[in-house]
């Protein structure tokens, strides 16, 4: 008879619990948790009353496991928001420690190449000058201006081959630490990956907590028409449905708790491995 009165009530809360949430954008994470207001906690005192003592303790019980378990959750949110705050700006850190890996060192070859460059333009230009000019020459078969300029085209070759020697030298200084930089980078960002599966699992226990609190958020709807009806044995199962998805919460929660301080030992491993 209770089954079949419910119903009706269950469908029509069900909906609303699904406009509820397409309509709401506070986390369910925020959400003030489950508690009988004065005037459902007036009905339930006085339905208790009326019930015989086994059954009443049974309802006190229900609701008093009920309320410690919205504390437990509502204590789950505070340590897992203050750890993934902490996780979210070590993680920052140490992406940005990252980012200067050998940063100043490869700064510093790069100008070093750079200004070798610079320091032998002039040769460079003076070298093609004379080049010019001893070709010219020889185009005109000007054997007096070939050998006028044929020693110094001999001389700046080699000042050239020393210089591009050089310059060679520090572009591969340069590349080989950039290769080295490159190298660790990946390592250590290898190392920093291993966070993703957390974060997966992270968010997979979420989703589910989401649904299992709409399904808790639709029960309070019908906890409380069951109070104020006072029907007893639709309340008792109604609570335990409660205490039930409370309790399947709190043990996803837990886990991500766990998540959370596996991700903050992987963060604090990148850490260290960056030299």
Do not use: C
């Amino acid at each position: 008879m209770i089954m079949n009165s419910r119903w009706p009530i269950l469908l029509a809360t069900m909906l609303l619990a699904i406009v509820v949430a397409v309509t709401t954008a506070v986390p369910a994470a925020f959400a003030a948790p489950f508690e009988l207001t004065v005037t459902y906690k007036t009905a339930f005192d006085k339905m208790t009353a009326s019930a015989d003592k086994t059954t009443a303790a049974k309802l006190k019980q229900q609701y008093t496991d009920l309320l410690a378990t919205q504390k437990q959750e509502v204590s789950w949110d505070k340590l897992i928001i203050g750890l993934h705050d902490r996780n979210t700006a070590a993680e920052t850190a140490v992406k940005e420690k990252i980012k200067q890996v050998d940063a100043s060192k490869l700064a510093k070859l790069k100008a070093e190449a750079d200004q070798t460059r610079d320091k032998y333009a002039d040769l460079f230009a003076l070298y093609e000058k004379k080049n010019s000019q001893m070709r010219l020459a020889k185009s005109i078969d000007s054997k007096t201006a070939v050998a006028l300029l044929k020693p110094q085209v001999d001389s700046l070759k080699i000042a050239v081959a020393i210089a591009r020697e050089e310059i060679r030298g520090k572009d591969a200084a340069y590349k080989t630490a950039k290769a080295a930089a490159a190298k660790k980078i990946a390592a250590y960002k290898k190392t920093l990956s291993g966070i993703e599966p957390y974060e997966a699992k992270i968010k997979a226990a979420k989703s589910t907590n989401s649904s299992t609190k709409k399904l808790f958020d639709a029960e309070t709807r019908i906890v409380k028409d069951a109070i104020k009806r006072g029907e007893l044995k639709w309340t008792l199962d109604s609570f335990a449905k409660l205490l039930s998805y409370s309790k399947q919460i709190n043990d996803n929660k837990t886990k991500i708790y766990g998540y959370e301080g596996q991700i903050a030992a992987i963060i604090a491993a990148t850490g260290k491995q960056i030299v």
